[in-house]
């Protein structure tokens, strides 16, 4: 969704609510994605797309002559590789919530650290570059750090990444204040209720 307001056409896609988990099957939603999973994307001639980066360039090349997925050069493989830089993050967060969530009997320290030295090679990495992060034009690398990032904020406000990565920090705070992020904030529902 973030890309789809960078996009301009956020309001042309019709939202469905799906509850999943990684250690949960919903039914209906199989019948969309065959791995249960979100997102997925029904376009208007009933084909389903899956995962976001396939449904991102998908709305990029169909809206917006591939301003977030540049068409070739070295600005597509820095895209790309920083899509898969912080889309790798993000799995490894998930990963590490679903450990963190286990009774204190199940779970394993030497998992959770290996999650835990993942993502701060991740972050260290992400940090290394930030300047020519903030020099280029926004593309999927962009959205999908500011999402890895938001995402950090949001489960695991006890990981202060900010304190020494000042200028990411600074990066993502500028970014996080576009209308795409702030239309699309995570909403803890289970915690509202
Ligand atoms: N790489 C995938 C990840 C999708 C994903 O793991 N989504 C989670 C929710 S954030 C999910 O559906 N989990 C349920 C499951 O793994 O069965 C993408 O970007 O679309």
Known sequence: MVCAHELGIAEQIEKRY??????????????????????????????????????????DAAHGEHRLFPAEGGRRWDALRRHALANGMLETLVRWR?????SPAQQS?????????????ALDATDA??????????????????????????RYADVDWRKPRPRLAQWFDAFA?????????????????
Do not use: W
Not at 109 to 121: D, L, N
Not at 177 to 193: G, H, K
């Open 109 to 121: 320290a030497e998992v959770r650290a290996a999650f835990e030295r993942k993502v701060i090679s």
């Open 18 to 59: 799906a509850l999943v988990s990684v250690r949960d099957v919903n039914v209906d939603m199989l019948q969309v994605n065959p791995l249960g999973r979100i997102p997925a994307l029904v376009t208007n001639d009933g084909t389903t797309l899956y995962d976001s980066v396939v449904i991102c360039e998908y709305l």
């Open 98 to 102: 679903d450990e963190r969530s286990r």
């Open 129 to 154: 570059e930030v300047r020519s992060i903030e020099h280029a034009a926004p593309d999927i690398g962009h959205c999908t750090l500011a999402v890895a990032l938001g995402y950090l904020d949001f």
């Open 177 to 193: 204040a576009r209308p795409s992020m702030q239309q699309t904030l995570p909403l803890d529902e289970q915690a509202s209720r």
